[in-house]
């Protein structure tokens, strides 16, 4: 069973509010990713971190932004929410520590922006 | 042309049939990954596999890294199998990074 947990489960909310997804993980991975995926589509990442303070941006061009200050929580944020910010949302986490490379993942978020 | 390329799109089966599911990549991969994924979204990962062959249960995953080519096999399926099934795999080149391309996914349905 993967310790990594994704809040709101669900949201909708309205077009300029500011949000943010959170995301935790108690496994002490080092490496925490955010994919972005639209229905019947592919994920797609749009941010990853290789540890503490270390943020990066994805494939896939995003308005959010992330933060690491803690190994185990990598908040996304977006500043002013958007009907096409909708879409569901997947964090990540892995340890590259150990050489193995596989993801663990949250139950995503479900965004709908009205 | 997506990198990675899922067959068939849908799939319904009855109870207890075998299933297949085909994935074919264009790159060269360090690892290819079968997920799992239930209506509501939440992703398992069923297996990392390099080379060779796993089986869990009566899950089998098979990878043909000459031919760029995997399957994920489900024997005795159930209605309870019912999931996206997604490939994905990273990149040779990856160096550091852990980054997956995925397939489109595979909708199962498996009726009682």
């Known amino acids: 069973e993967a310790d990594i947990y994704q809040t709101p489960r669900y949201l909708v909310i309205g077009t300029g509010k500011k949000i943010t997804l959170e995301c935790s993980q108690t496994?002490?991975?080092?490496?925490m990713y955010w994919y972005q995926q639209d229905p019947g589509m592919e994920l797609h990442l749009i941010h990853y971190?290789?540890?503490?303070?270390?943020?990066e941006k994805g494939d896939l061009s995003s308005e959010s932004t992330v933060s690491r200050i803690r190994t185990e929580h990598f908040p996304l944020t977006l500043e002013s929410a958007r009907p096409s910010h909708t879409s569901q949302y997947l964090c990540?986490?892995?340890?590259?520590?150990?050489?193995?490379?596989?993801?663990?993942f949250g139950q995503g978020t479900r965004l709908t922006v009205v | 042309k997506n990198e990675v390329e899922q067959s068939p799109q849908n799939l319904t089966a009855q109870e207890g049939e075998f299933i297949t599911i085909n994935c074919s990549y264009s790159v060269g991969i360090s690892a290819l990954h079968w997920l799992q994924q239930h209506p509501g979204g939440g992703i398992v990962s069923l297996f990392m596999l390099s080379s060779g062959k796993k089986k869990h249960g009566r899950l089998i995953a098979t990878i043909n890294i000459q031919e760029k080519h995997s399957s994920l096999h489900i024997t005795a399926s159930h209605p309870r199998d019912s999931a996206v099934y997604i490939c994905?795999?990273?990149?040779?080149?990856?160096?550091?990074?852990?980054?997956?391309?995925f397939g489109k996914g595979t909708l199962l349905t498996v009726n009682p």
């Open positions: 496994m002490g991975h080092d490496k």
């Open positions: 990540a986490s892995s340890d590259s520590r150990t050489g193995n490379t596989e993801a663990f």
């Open positions: 994905a795999v990273r990149a040779q080149s990856g160096g550091s990074n852990y980054k997956l391309t």
């Open positions: 971190s290789y540890g503490v303070n270390s943020t």
